[in-house]
C-alpha cells in the first residue's frame, strides 16, 4: 500500500473550491490590500495563491490584526477557547464587518 500524503492541503477539495465565476488567477489588487492593527478580518483563503497560505482550519474564522510581517499580516484569532496567530499575506483576508 502506498502511504497517504500528509501534506497541509490534505482533505480540503470542496473547503478550498472556488465557485465557477470565481475561477483562475485573482486581480492583482488584491495582493495590495491593507489593514490596520486592530480591524477586524476574515480568513478566506485564496487556493490560487499558494504563497502564504494560512492552515485549512482557519478557513471562514474572523480575528484581530496585531501586527504586519513584511507583506503578511499577523492574526489573533480564537480557534475553540485557543488563541493562535495566524500569518497570511493579504489575498487570503478579508475586511469583516
Known amino acids: 500500500m502506498v502511504?497517504?500524503?500528509?501534506g497541509l492541503r490534505r482533505k480540503t477539495?470542496?473547503?478550498?473550491k472556488k465557485?465557477?465565476?470565481l475561477r483562475g488567477?485573482?486581480?492583482i489588487t488584491h495582493e495590495f490590500r491593507t489593514f490596520e492593527?486592530?480591524?477586524?478580518?476574515?480568513?478566506?483563503i485564496d487556493p490560487?495563491?499558494?504563497?502564504?497560505?494560512p492552515h485549512s482550519r482557519?478557513?471562514?474564522k474572523t480575528g484581530v490584526v496585531t501586527g504586519q510581517q513584511g507583506r503578511?499580516?499577523?492574526v489573533e484569532l480564537h480557534d475553540g477557547n485557543k488563541l493562535k496567530t495566524v500569518i497570511a499575506r493579504p489575498e487570503h483576508l478579508m475586511k469583516a464587518n
Do not use: C, D, W
Open 72 to 74: 503578511a499580516f499577523v
Open 58 to 60: 482557519f478557513q471562514g
Open 13 to 16: 477539495r470542496n473547503i478550498l
Open 3 to 6: 502511504k497517504a500524503s500528509r
Open 48 to 53: 490560487a495563491v499558494h504563497y502564504g497560505m
Open 25 to 27: 488567477m485573482t486581480p
Open 37 to 44: 492593527v486592530g480591524e477586524k478580518v476574515s480568513v478566506v
Open 19 to 21: 465557485t465557477p465565476r
